[in-house]
């Protein structure tokens, strides 16, 4: 058994871990210009020296739409140095820590801080990291209704899983806002602060006025549906909710999230049907690797000796059949043996190759009264190997006092 763990005596509390407090890692530098002057014409060599001498090197640096550097930082003391930063050589500039990348805004769902005041709940969960708080509310017949979830604002930008709220444990999920659209040209993916194009009706989507005194018929700028720029069936409007929910459920840009959301889009004009079918239509088919050859490897596999496919060769048996026995006994009595009859069979077949007959046999051998007659040969036999022979029949005799050995069939 393992030693026993000691807990608190009596009047005795444990004191809570204390967590290191976040500092903020993301910072815009602006320039100081009467003539509204940006980054565009600095060189970046000039303000890599600069931030590199003042607080080091850092995580990255990049330039925003409007011009300005987004800079990370890695360590609490480069946090505290950059916002000490006043010029770059002889740009003046103005550092200010990021508006949103420096925190994360998480959900919670409570009914029983239903009637509590957002200025309770915040200063009690203050301790935890939680810098605003804001009730989601819904609208009913014309009027805004209080609901039991709350957006929550950490001052981090990792999102905490759970926060105690007294003695409820509540989990955090993430925030997913709504697509960013414009006021003005009424696009999606940007502000009315940072656009660049011409007024648009939210309701007519012609150019020039404002949706307030608008009668005309609806019909959205996105789109070109009979609808609102603003209508939540926008198709547009769904594919841009879509992305913002991938974006923040994966934990990664928007520019990252919108090449994912695209590539599983259909395209205008095609169905989704059409697209489930043809990518099982390309996933179904079977394709063969092709290999295609240079001059030199062709020349070298056409001149490469090509190897034979040799039959394998079957073992003659080594036992004998009956009728074999029964001629080896006929054979040793007249002092033959069967490798004679073998070679006297290999002649005979030659020469019914040839056309000569059985009956030329005499002149052949040296002792032509034990091998003139032992043979009968068929002409279309050329098989050696596979020669049957057969000792049933009576061999064929020239006297009746001579005894021949039997045929070969």
Known sequence: MGARKKGPFSGHHIVPKQTEKPFDMYFVIKRISTTNETFENVSPFIVQKALTSTIGEVSNVRKLRTGDLLVEVQSRQQSQKIMKIKAFATIPVIVSPHVSLNSSKGVITCGELLNESLDVIANELKSQGVTHVRRITIRRDGRLLDTKHHVLTFNSPKLPDSIKAGYIK?????????????????????????????????????????STDCTLKEKCANCKGDHTSFSRSCPKWKVEKEIVSTKFKQNISFIEARRLVMAQTPK??????????????????????????????????????????????????????????????KLARQGSSLKDLKSLKSVALELGKTGLATQDLPSLFANPSTSSELL??????????????????????????????????
């Open 268 to 329: 205008e004009g095609k169905s989704y049907a059409s697209v489930a079918k043809t990518s099982l239509a390309v996933s179904g088919t079977q394709t063969k690797p092709v290999v295609i050859l240079t001059d030199s490897e062709s020349e070298q596999i056409s001149t490469s000796p090509m190897k034979e496919n040799k039959k394998p060769k079957f073992k003659k048996k080594k036992s004998m059949y009956k009728s074999e026995r029964s001629l080896a006994l």
């Open 170 to 210: 509540l989990a955090v999920r993430p925030y997913i806002p709504n697509p960013l659209r414009c006021f003005k040209c009424q696009r999606f993916g940007h502000s009315k602060t940072s656009c660049r194009g011409t007024l648009t009706c939210a309701r007519c989507a012609e150019a020039g006025h404002e």
């Open 376 to 409: 009968k040969i068929h002409p279309s036999e050329e098989d050696d190997d596979d020669l049957e022979m057969s000792c049933d029949q009576p061999a064929t005799q020239s006297t009746a006092d001579d005894k021949s050995p039997p045929s070969v069939l």
